[in-house]
């Protein structure tokens, strides 16, 4: 017995028939859209930050506090109030002045560091590994050794008069004109690992044979560093920069733990004058110097780091 199998004939140029095995590929869903993803994201970022940031700008018009039930717009009476009080402005000043140490001191000791243990040997690389460990600390847990550390009986004196052989009382940080370096010199210290990171990750991109090329033409080791390295770290340097002043300029927990703003208001830094307010029940007072903060972050960091990026081109 003979089996017969029959077959679909398809003429040259027809299309294929619902019987034919071929089949057309799904096409992709909207469900699948990439930017679907984004939408938590976005969700979290809107609630927790676009909103806030909504409503910090019309409380700052108003008259909230815990000691009124109602809440009325007032203008810019709460401005005209904070700028006539001179505490405001000390924090002002204090707060910028902060900001540009943790700068300086940030990036000179990420700097150092970079260049310190720039060679992949095990004792640098563990070297590194000790110097990013303060990065992932709490900062008050660093505010609080770091008080502890340089009281008048704190480990420092007792350290530095075992090694002089005399009794030293020195109050790190009760004094009004240094407490404020003592400080940010903490600050700095929490965060160079970070800024040493970036730096390493710069000194990797540079090409060795430009280093081999300026050694061949005499340069030193401190020529080709101000004029071969540094100039080619520049975005390495406007993204520290950057943090570091984004960072500062709303630092909190590290002085709030070493000093709480004093001796004096010396390093009273905004955000502790914003803490303050707000524990006083003055909502909308509160509010308002956020907001200060806020322009005062945009007028003053942002064109550095517009300068900085236009180095970048230059160079």
């Known amino acids: 017995m003979s089996t017969t199998t029959t077959r679909a004939i398809v003429a040259p140029g027809a299309a294929p028939s619902l019987a034919s095995p071929i089949s057309a590929r799904p096409r992709g869903r ?31 018009f108003t008259d909230w506090s815990s000691f009124k039930s109602g809440i009325s717009f007032v203008g810019f009476d709460n401005f005209v109030a904070l700028f006539a009080n001179g505490t405001l402005l000390n924090s002002l000043r204090v707060t910028l002045v902060y900001a540009v140490l943790v700068a300086i001191f940030q990036n000179v000791f990420g700097l150092a560091l970079a260049l310190l243990l720039e060679k992949d040997t095990p004792l640098n690389r563990a070297a590194r590994v000790a110097f990013f460990v303060p990065v992932i600390m709490s900062a ?6 770091f008080q502890a550390l340089l009281k008048p009986e704190g480990a420092l004196n007792d350290i530095l008069g075992f090694i002089t052989g005399t009794d030293i009382s020195i109050a790190w940080l009760g004094d009004t004109t240094w ?20 730096y390493l990750a710069g000194l990797k991109t540079i090409n060795p044979d430009v280093l081999e090329a ?24 406007t993204f520290n920069v950057a943090t570091a002043l984004l960072g500062s300029m709303n630092g909190f927990d590290i002085v709030q733990a070493t000093t ?56």
Request: avoid cysteine; aromatic fraction near 16%.
């Open 179 to 198: 407490t404020i370096v003592v400080v940010a010199l903490v600050h700095a210290w929490k965060w160079m690992g970070l800024s040493m990171l970036i």
């Open 30 to 60: 909207r469900q699948d859209h990439p930017l679907w993803f984004l939408l938590p994201a976005l969700a979290v970022l809107v609630v927790f930050f676009f909103v806030p940031t909504l409503f910090n700008f019309i409380y700052a």
């Open 140 to 145: 008050l847990a660093v505010g609080y050794i």
């Open 214 to 237: 300026s050694r061949l033409d005499g340069a030193g080791w401190w020529q080709t560093l101000v004029y071969i390295r540094i100039p080619l770290l520049a975005p390495a340097i």
């Open 260 to 315: 709480e703003g004093g001796p004096g208001g010396t390093t009273e830094l905004l955000n502790i004058f914003i803490f303050r307010t707000f524990g006083q029940g003055l909502f909308a007072q509160a509010t308002t110097m956020s907001l200060v903060l806020f322009l005062m972050v945009m007028i003053l960091a942002f064109p550095v780091i517009r300068f900085l990026r236009k180095r970048e081109d230059v160079l």
